[in-house]
């Protein structure tokens, strides 16, 4: 089991920055990767970012790319989610999975463990 917490979330300006967490707990030792998601109102959930358990490789939803970095700290056991140029149609609950897994899924299927996600607002 791998528990999983967000935090950093709330209401932001467009174009300011924000920088989500997403701690870890329980058996981290095995290798997962971590997924950002996020679920507007009215909307499905979509995948906003992905890294491996090496944090060497990283993907992102056309929509963030270029304004969203995805990082990790393994010995912290959090993963992160900076988020620069911010915009309203980034308001959303935001999630983080994880899937364990070398690999670097993209789909909220593949990933077993969920947190109970975090408001981001973004103010036009």
């Known amino acids: 089991q791998v528990q999983l917490v967000e935090s950093g979330g709330g209401l932001v300006q467009t174009g300011d920055s924000l920088r989500l967490s997403c701690g870890a707990s329980?058996?981290?030792?095995?290798?997962?990767?971590v997924g950002w998601f996020r679920q507007a109102p009215g909307l499905e959930r979509e995948f906003v970012s992905a890294?491996?358990?090496?944090?060497?490789?990283?993907a992102y939803a056309d929509s963030v790319k270029g304004r969203f970095t995805i990082s990790r700290d393994n010995a912290k056991n959090t993963i992160y989610l900076q988020m620069n140029s911010r915009k309203p149609e980034d308001t959303a609950v935001y999630f983080c999975?994880?899937?364990?897994?070398?690999?670097?899924?993209?789909?909220?299927?593949?990933?077993?463990?969920w947190g109970q996600g975090t408001q981001v607002t973004v103010s036009s």
């Open positions: 999975a994880a899937a364990v897994t070398v690999l670097l899924p993209r789909s909220g299927y593949e990933y077993r463990y």
């Open positions: 329980g058996r981290t030792s095995r290798a997962y990767a």
């Open positions: 890294i491996t358990w090496s944090g060497e490789t990283t």
